[in-house]
């Protein structure tokens, strides 16, 4: 069975991310939960533009 969860290790700059965290801690989220949410609305607004993205 494939683990659903995917791991990725992500390079930033550090002040960067420790402002990025100031606002997912200001939106009550993890930066995991926050960078997620803002994969999930990049990928629904390319969707929505193009059409679903499927894979087999």
């Known amino acids: 069975?494939?683990?659903k969860l995917l791991r990725y290790t992500l390079r930033v700059d550090r002040l960067l991310f420790k402002?990025?965290?100031y606002i997912a801690d200001s939106?009550?989220?993890s930066a995991n939960k926050e960078i997620e949410q803002y994969l999930k609305r990049i990928v629904a607004d390319?969707?929505?533009?193009?059409?679903?993205?499927k894979f087999d």
């Open 27 to 29: 939106e009550g989220r």
């Open 19 to 21: 402002k990025f965290r």
């Open 1 to 3: 069975m494939e683990d």
């Open 46 to 53: 390319f969707e929505a533009k193009h059409g679903e993205i």
